[in-house]
């Protein structure tokens, strides 16, 4: 079995960053890692396949950056598609989707893992587009997926508990946090990691028209960015034994008790 | 004005509470017809009426197929025909299987994590980021429907005493494959008490409670306090409660009257979550923590001291 798996690079999330004023997106100055949701993607896909199948990732990011994938090869993906084009700076979610259903075509994958959403953009549309694009069948919110025969089997969160969905492969499945434990990279995983092949291509590679991603594909602008209204600042007190008092004054005053 | 068609999402035969949101703001920017995949329309026709809704369109039922395809599919091929100004969702998890498989459809872009949408020239988009301190408001170019994927809670449910809404048929084409994925099952798990992203009380317990067999005590202070207990994904991811406890970006927005949150640092993926709380009282023994910021009460101080004080004061 192939399992191709969405992996996204970020900035760390431990560092934000900011927003640039003058091309209204994210600026990007530190070291790119891999998006911790995708580990879970990652571990999914080298369960599923055993000894005997193959994991392949799919990532879109500017400049060819690695450092992500390498971490992802090194917990034992075989190989990688990068893509990376100066066109594809601002693209939103649907144009992610295009740029990595291509790739995944391009992989021909038996299953296709994705998080339910990324750490940094937090849309959760990108997975379900790509598999309507590639015409897939999809399980979403999945916390835990087994694969038997030319079946997926997914248990898939719901508001109050979950439902188990089957579903023929060729397939998409977006995992949550805690579907499984991501391993951590072993040195021997990251030595290997460094001969693993990874493609890089560009649009004109994937066949996909430069004005239909990016900013020009987008079909939305950003009108203006504010500071939000700030929460005024409450009252702060050191316990000095009498903390659950001032609670219980408090939620008096508030008539909860 | 034009329409808004708005993506009601039912659970045994009554409207979810994040739909008759949506419609109370869909009413302000135009005219309202409800979108519905599965089950009976007829049933919630006079709920959905009520809180604006003018028509109601139903695909019927599934039969275990997912609403994703479905819906998506026959809200694509209704849009080429009535161009409705905005589709609105609200993110859930039916929510955003629709909106990204309608999206891909119409080839045209979803707004998410939207808190709020105000007509401004064309409808605008308002998205908090970094933890709520700036927003980003963004509007559509180009004229294909636009699609906003809304958070819970953003605006008040508020019945209009509308008649029932006028029911008619959605017509889902033929899927192939992409409708091959079937629910073979489903699975509720109970828990007592008010519903977490219901409850007039919550209460949340973080990392700062240092093990699994100290969680009780957020429970038995909920209970006291006839609240909901939460927590942040620290603990969730570290199994010491289940993921449908989880506050925050990937868990459950609450908006309860006060939220106590005890040894919980205030990140900003779990303040996105309860920032909306009317008032919001912090235990941290950490003078620095975030979660201080946004407090209105903070107490400096040790959980395991602070909390079964306070479970004593508050008596039986
Ligand atoms: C994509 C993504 C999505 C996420 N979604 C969510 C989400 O939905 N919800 C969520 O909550 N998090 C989410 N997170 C995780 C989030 O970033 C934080 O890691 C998490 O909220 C931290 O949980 P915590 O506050 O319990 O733990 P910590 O950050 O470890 O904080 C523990 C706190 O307890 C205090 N403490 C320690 N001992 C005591 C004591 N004895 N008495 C009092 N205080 C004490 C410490 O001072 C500290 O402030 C997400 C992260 C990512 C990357
Ligand atoms: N640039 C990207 N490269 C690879 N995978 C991506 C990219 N963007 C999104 N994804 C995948 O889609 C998931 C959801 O992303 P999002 O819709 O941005 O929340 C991510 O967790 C990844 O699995």
Same mark, same amino acid.
């Given at each position: 079995?192939?399992?191709?798996?969405?992996?996204?690079?970020i900035p760390d999330?431990?560092d934000p960053?900011?927003?640039?004023p003058n !091309?209204k997106?994210?600026?990007?100055d530190t070291?790119?890692?891999?998006?911790?949701?995708? =580990?879970?993607?990652v /571990?999914?896909?080298?369960q599923?396949v055993?000894?005997?199948?193959e994991v392949v990732?799919?990532s879109?990011?500017?400049?060819n950056?690695?450092?992500?994938?390498?971490?992802a090869?090194?917990?034992g993906?075989?190989?990688?598609l990068l893509?990376?084009?100066?066109a594809?700076s601002g693209?939103?979610?649907?144009? !992610?989707?295009k740029v990595?259903a291509?790739?995944?075509?391009r992989v021909?994958?038996d299953?296709v893992?994705?998080?339910?959403?990324?750490?940094?953009?937090?849309?959760? !549309?990108?997975?379900?587009?790509v598999?309507e694009?590639?015409g897939? &069948? =999809?399980v979403?919110?999945?916390?835990?997926?087994?694969?038997?025969?030319?079946n997926?089997?997914v248990?898939r969160?719901?508001e109050?508990?979950y439902?188990?969905? !089957?579903? &023929?492969?060729p397939?998409l499945?977006?995992?949550?946090a805690g579907?499984?434990e &991501?391993?951590?990279?072993?040195?021997?995983?990251?030595?290997?990691?460094k001969?693993? &092949?990874?493609e890089?291509?560009?649009?004109a590679?994937l066949?996909?028209d430069?004005?239909s991603v990016g900013?020009a594909?987008?079909?939305? /602008?950003?009108?203006?960015i /504010?500071p939000?209204?700030?929460?005024?600042?409450?009252?702060i007190?050191e316990?000095e034994g009498d903390?659950?008092?001032r609670?219980?004054a408090?939620?008096?005053?508030l008539?909860?008790i | 004005?034009?329409?808004? @068609?708005v993506h009601?999402?039912?659970?045994?035969?009554?409207?979810s509470?994040?739909?008759l949101?949506l419609?109370?703001k869909?009413r302000?920017?135009g005219?309202v017809?409800?979108v519905?995949?599965? $089950?009976d329309?007829e049933?919630?026709?006079?709920?959905?009426?009520?809180?604006? *809704?003018?028509?109601?369109l139903?695909?019927?039922d599934?039969d275990?197929g997912?609403?994703?395809p479905a819906?998506g599919?026959a809200l694509a091929?209704?849009a080429?025909?009535? *161009?409705?100004?905005?589709?609105?969702f609200?993110?859930t998890y039916?929510?955003?299987?629709?909106?990204?498989r309608l999206?891909?459809k119409?080839d045209?872009p979803?707004?998410t994590?939207?808190?709020d949408?105000?007509?401004s020239?064309g409808?605008v988009?308002i998205e908090p980021?970094?933890?709520?301190?700036t927003?980003?408001?963004t509007k559509?170019?180009g004229?294909?429907p636009g699609i906003f994927?809304v958070?819970p809670? #953003? %605006?008040?449910?508020?019945?209009t005493g509308g008649?029932p809404?006028?029911?008619?048929?959605?017509t889902v084409?033929e899927l192939g494959?992409t409708?091959?994925?079937?629910v073979?099952?489903? %699975?509720v798990e109970?828990?007592?008490?008010?519903k977490l992203?219901?409850?007039g009380?919550?209460v #949340? $317990?973080?990392?700062?409670l240092g093990e699994?067999?100290?969680?009780?005590?957020?429970?038995?202070?909920a209970k006291k306090l006839g609240?909901?207990?939460g *927590? #942040?994904?620290?603990?969730?991811d570290?199994? @010491?409660?289940?993921?449908?406890?989880q506050?925050?970006?990937?868990g459950k927005v609450?908006?309860p009257?006060v939220?106590?949150?005890? $040894?919980i640092?205030?990140?900003?993926?779990?303040m996105?979550?309860?920032k909306?709380s009317?008032?919001i009282?912090?235990i941290?023994?950490?003078?620095e923590a975030p979660? %201080?910021?946004i407090?209105d009460? $903070?107490?400096?101080g040790?959980?395991h001291?602070?909390l079964?004080?306070l479970i004593a004061?508050l008596?039986?």
């Amino acid at each position: 079995m192939k399992v191709a798996v969405c992996v996204k690079q970020i900035p760390d999330p431990a560092d934000p960053g900011e927003i640039d004023p003058n !091309t209204k997106t994210l600026k990007r100055d530190t070291k790119l890692i891999l998006d911790e949701s995708d =580990s879970y993607g990652v /571990e999914m896909a080298l369960q599923l396949v055993g000894d005997d199948g193959e994991v392949v990732l799919v990532s879109m990011v500017p400049n060819n950056e690695r450092n992500g994938l390498n971490n992802a090869l090194a917990m034992g993906a075989h190989s990688a598609l990068l893509v990376s084009d100066d066109a594809l700076s601002g693209s939103d979610a649907l144009g !992610t989707a295009k740029v990595l259903a291509a790739a995944i075509k391009r992989v021909g994958a038996d299953l296709v893992l994705a998080a339910t959403e990324s750490s940094d953009g937090y849309t959760g !549309t990108v997975p379900e587009q790509v598999a309507e694009l590639l015409g897939l &069948p =999809s399980v979403t919110f999945a916390k835990e997926v087994s694969v038997d025969g030319g079946n997926v089997a997914v248990k898939r969160q719901t508001e109050d508990g979950y439902d188990e969905v !089957t579903c &023929p492969l060729p397939a998409l499945v977006s995992v949550t946090a805690g579907v499984v434990e &991501p391993r951590y990279p072993s040195f021997k995983g990251i030595m290997a990691a460094k001969s693993k &092949p990874v493609e890089e291509l560009g649009l004109a590679d994937l066949g996909i028209d430069a004005a239909s991603v990016g900013w020009a594909g987008g079909g939305q /602008e950003i009108v203006s960015i /504010e500071p939000a209204p700030a929460r005024e600042a409450g009252e702060i007190i050191e316990d000095e034994g009498d903390g659950h008092e001032r609670i219980v004054a408090f939620l008096q005053e508030l008539k909860v008790i | 004005m034009g329409t808004i @068609w708005v993506h009601a999402e039912t659970n045994n035969g009554t409207v979810s509470t994040i739909t008759l949101e949506l419609l109370a703001k869909a009413r302000e920017l135009g005219d309202v017809v409800a979108v519905h995949a599965g $089950g009976d329309a007829e049933q919630v026709a006079a709920e959905l009426g009520e809180h604006g *809704a003018g028509k109601v369109l139903s695909t019927g039922d599934l039969d275990g197929g997912l609403p994703g395809p479905a819906l998506g599919s026959a809200l694509a091929d209704l849009a080429a025909s009535e *161009a409705p100004q905005a589709i609105l969702f609200g993110t859930t998890y039916g929510g955003r299987d629709v909106a990204g498989r309608l999206s891909a459809k119409l080839d045209a872009p979803v707004i998410t994590n939207i808190v709020d949408i105000v007509d401004s020239d064309g409808l605008v988009g308002i998205e908090p980021v970094f933890g709520g301190t700036t927003n980003v408001n963004t509007k559509f170019t180009g004229s294909k429907p636009g699609i906003f994927l809304v958070r819970p809670k #953003s %605006f008040n449910a508020e019945p209009t005493g509308g008649s029932p809404a006028e029911v008619g048929a959605l017509t889902v084409p033929e899927l192939g494959a992409t409708g091959s994925a079937k629910v073979v099952s489903q %699975f509720v798990e109970e828990s007592d008490g008010p519903k977490l992203d219901e409850a007039g009380v919550v209460v #949340s $317990g973080g990392r700062g409670l240092g093990e699994a067999d100290k969680y009780h005590m957020i429970e038995d202070l909920a209970k006291k306090l006839g609240g909901a207990a939460g *927590a #942040s994904r620290a603990i969730v991811d570290a199994g @010491w409660v289940p993921y449908s406890y989880q506050v925050g970006q990937t868990g459950k927005v609450v908006k309860p009257d006060v939220y106590i949150a005890a $040894g919980i640092s205030g990140a900003t993926q779990h303040m996105v979550g309860m920032k909306g709380s009317k008032t919001i009282i912090a235990i941290n023994k950490d003078p620095e923590a975030p979660i %201080f910021s946004i407090a209105d009460l $903070g107490i400096i101080g040790d959980v395991h001291k602070v909390l079964p004080a306070l479970i004593a004061a508050l008596g039986e």
